[in-house]
């Protein structure tokens, strides 16, 4: 019987989405349709290894970060996919791409990572087209509990909602890690570190990121003890004022590294760490943690980001802890930073858990469960 043709409308090239595709070109026959090559927002290295899959960049108007696509149409029309997979409902092309699958009755998959609802004016308006996204497609993937029961209490159904978590290529990280742990103290060297517990941030600087109660709460714990220090990877709009809040808070053994760095290069950042650390205000995953915890870190992270409550086990390889809020960040890294035992055997357990249970089999498995569902008189 003939492989089920299976086309992914994706916004940006994004490299954590790589082995997702690649695994799932083995299985089915898969196009993957990208609407824009790189995200305005984004410093990525794009395609750290070969990956071997079907891909297209549309040709694309832009409407601000928001993509339009018209050649989804033809596209879709000539290769008439058994299913479409939409990634979001943001940009324009994706209504379109929704609209051609109807017309053409191909089976509509949604995937979403969405949390709750939208704070703004704009989310309150366009509520009753996400309900309607959701009521029209024939199945639904998401990353974790979390998304699933915010698209439940849209109106989707149960039954049809499949989870596919979130991973990133962890064989490229974990392997590219144990190079460098070796190295540890030579690598904390180069950062003038030597001997010291290195605390980890990797992220945008922006107001969501929560960088600030990370700052406060790092101040507290150099006013007790002098052998830790910070690492903030990231650009944004917030570089400065977070500059200047180290210099008012008189803060010594931190250091700012700007963001655009190769994949080797931050996967050797991490493997100088010690404790990894996500204070975010909001984050629908937060594929940092997934990151860290392949390169074998504890990780310290708030309870808004959807990958913490999926991939932190509280007290087993990290914690989590209350958004805004630089007094639980302070405990959390102050029992780690004084047992230097329980970081190592919680750096192991991370690398277990993603290596594990957040792995591409499963997420693939995810896809797949969704395909059948959609495609149940196609076998492959």
């Not at 639904?140 to 698209?151: E, H």
């Not at 570190?193 to 709460?217: D, M, P």
């Not at 930073?337 to 290596?355: A, H, Q, T």
Request: proline share 5%.
């Amino acid at each position: 019987m003939p492989s089920i043709k299976v086309a992914i409308v994706h916004n940006t090239i994004a490299p954590y989405r790589h082995p997702l595709f690649e695994r799932l070109s083995e299985t089915v026959d898969l196009t993957v349709y990208y609407c824009s090559m790189k995200h305005t927002s984004r410093n990525w290295d794009l395609w750290p290894r070969n990956y071997d899959y079907r891909y297209k960049i549309l040709p694309r108007i832009a409407i601000r970060e928001l993509s339009l696509n018209p050649s989804i149409v033809k596209e879709l029309a000539l290769n008439r996919p058994h299913v479409l997979v939409l990634g979001g409902y943001v940009d324009p092309t994706m209504w379109l791409a929704f609209a051609v699958g109807v017309f053409l009755k191909i089976p509509v998959i949604h995937w979403t990572e969405g949390t709750k609802e939208p704070r703004s004016i704009l989310g309150a308006i366009t509520r009753p087209l996400r309900m309607l996204f959701l009521k029209k497609s024939n199945a639904v993937i998401v990353p974790g509990r979390l998304s699933r029961g915010y698209v439940i209490s849209l109106g989707a159904n149960a039954e049809k909602v499949f989870i596919a978590p979130n991973t990133i290529d962890n064989q490229l990280f974990v392997n590219t890690s144990q190079k460098y742990r070796s190295s540890k103290r030579k690598l904390k060297a180069e950062l003038g570190f030597e001997n010291k517990v290195v605390i980890l941030f990797v992220g945008q600087l922006i107001k969501r990121k929560g960088v600030e109660y990370l700052l406060h709460a790092y101040a507290k714990l150099k006013r007790e003890l002098d052998d830790v220090a910070l690492v903030l990877m990231g650009s944004g709009p917030l570089l400065s004022h977070l500059k200047n809040l180290a210099v008012f808070l008189k803060l010594k053994d931190i250091k700012f590294v700007q963001s655009g760095l190769s994949l080797e290069e931050l996967i050797k950042l991490y493997s100088t760490a010690d404790i990894f650390l996500l204070p975010t205000l909001e984050d629908i995953w937060g594929f940092v943690i997934n990151e860290a915890m392949a390169c074998g870190l504890p990780v310290v992270a708030t309870r808004a980001s959807q990958a913490a409550q999926e991939m932190i086990r509280s007290g087993e390889n990290g914690y989590i802890v209350k958004e805004a809020d630089s007094e639980e960040l302070y405990n959390a890294l102050k029992n780690l930073i004084y047992n230097p035992e329980r970081r190592k055997k919680m750096g192991e357990k991370s690398r277990e858990i993603v290596e594990h249970e957040f792995d591409v089999p499963h997420m693939v498995e995810g896809f797949l469960s969704a395909i059948k569902y959609c495609n149940k008189g196609i076998r492959k």
